[in-house]
């Protein structure tokens, strides 16, 4: 029985400009903490008190930080209920395809961590891939639902914590003695090697925001990815986004409300600096950020549909469809940009430099993968995944 990869022809457009535009978001949020990592990043920001660069750090708040994760976890879950329905729809094997496809990514993002940024999401990915076979299994209200509960319930911190202590596990010890002073040093003088064994011990320490924070999320939005890709709503997107209309901009006036108020507002509050209540602000700040980017899908969908914009919006489907390399190439990037392998700008720039150099190299990007795509028909490292997932070589000149 043959093993057939999905032809570039069968290509959905828009999906590939949604996994452009997540692409984007994500580099300029990551851009954010490479530049500056999360143990001195408030000491350092609050040198900057222009007007400019509190609004740009006010913009990113409200237009960025947890805007673009949701997307690409609904893409990719929304891409592997896809590739499930057209295996099945061939008579193909989907079990041992995908544990094979999940297990080569889950190894492309080991090696990001390892060799050039510790902020990988691709191996969370991967793990969630695997559960595919059995997600898509599952009836649209227990899909539906679960995505719900997991975004909106609030005690992943505890229950981490829990289990933390339970193995009597303390992440935070790996980065004791490492100051502010002492990364910046490592970072923009030290050797390549140092900046390796950094990015593993700064990996483990984000241990609980990545499976406290950032995985619940990611599952949530994969289910509901597998729920799209399951009743097959991608293949008629338009008349989808336009019943759409009414909640999603009901949806939007209502958490945007929430996230102004919570900016300008509600940390001000004595009822803010009460534990629980904190814990509850800030969790609805999050429920609110992922249906802006939700929101932010609905958007595109209709200036796609139902504008003349269709144009200008087609330069993202070239990033989109090399998603894998154009990721990895930015932490390639951030890399030389920031360290001591290259320019060692760590630390060195304002938030608006920071912001206006992560929209300056994906320009760059966009440039560089319509050139690519105009002779290979995959990006470098999404033919060799292909190759590796499909256990042959495939031609990718075209």
């Known amino acids: 029985m043959s093993l057939t990869p999905v032809k570039p022809k069968s290509r959905i457009d828009l999906l590939d400009v949604y996994r452009g535009f997540a692409v984007f978001g994500i580099f300029v949020v990551n851009s954010v903490i490479m530049h500056s990592t999360f143990v001195n990043q408030d000491a350092y920001l609050a040198q900057f008190t222009s007007w400019y660069d509190r609004g740009t750090q006010q913009l990113l708040q409200l237009f960025f930080y947890t805007k673009f994760f949701p ?3 609904l893409l990719f879950g929304l891409g592997i209920a896809m590739q499930i329905l057209k295996r099945r729809k061939e008579h193909q094997p989907v079990a041992g395809f995908l544990v094979r496809r999940m297990g080569f990514l889950f190894l492309f993002g080991a090696a990001h961590i390892i060799f050039l940024w510790s902020g990988d999401v691709i191996h969370l990915y991967a793990l969630l891939g695997m559960s595919a076979v059995v997600c898509i299994k599952a009836s649209n209200k227990v899909l539906l639902w679960s995505s719900l509960l997991l975004l909106c319930f609030p005690f992943y911190d505890l229950l981490l914590g829990w289990l933390f202590n339970s193995i009597h596990f303390d992440p935070y010890v790996y980065l004791e003695g490492f100051d502010g002073e002492r990364i910046n040093q490592i970072i923009t003088e030290g050797a390549y090697t140092q900046g390796l064994v950094l990015r593993l011990r700064e990996y483990v320490v984000n241990l609980p925001m990545l499976f406290g924070f950032l995985a619940p999320i990611a599952l949530a939005m994969f289910l509901l990815g597998v729920y799209l890709g399951k009743n097959k709503l991608v293949y008629d997107l338009k008349s989808f986004i336009l019943k759409l209309k009414k909640p999603a ?7 945007n409300s929430y996230r102004i108020l919570f900016l300008t507002l509600f940390t001000s509050i004595d009822l803010y600096k009460t534990e629980g209540f904190r814990s509850a602000f800030i969790k609805m700040m999050v429920i609110c950020d992922v249906a802006m980017g939700l929101f ?3 958007v595109l969908g209709w200036l796609w549909y139902m504008t003349p914009f269709q144009k200008l919006m087609h330069p993202l489907k070239y990033v989109g469809q090399m998603a894998l390399t154009n990721y990895i190439l930015q932490s390639a990037i951030g890399l030389f940009l920031f360290s001591s392998v290259g320019l060692g700008w760590y630390e060195q720039l304002s938030p608006t ?13 966009v440039f560089f993968s319509k050139l690519w795509l105009s002779y290979f028909k995959y990006g470098p490292l999404e033919w060799f995944w292909r190759c590796l997932s499909y256990k042959t070589l495939l031609k990718i000149k075209r």
């Open 296 to 298: 932010y899908l609905w």
């Open 249 to 255: 901009l009901l949806i939007a006036v209502i958490t």
């Open 71 to 73: 997307i690409f976890s």
């Open 353 to 365: 430099q920071v912001a206006l150099l992560a929209v300056s190299v994906f320009i760059v990007q």
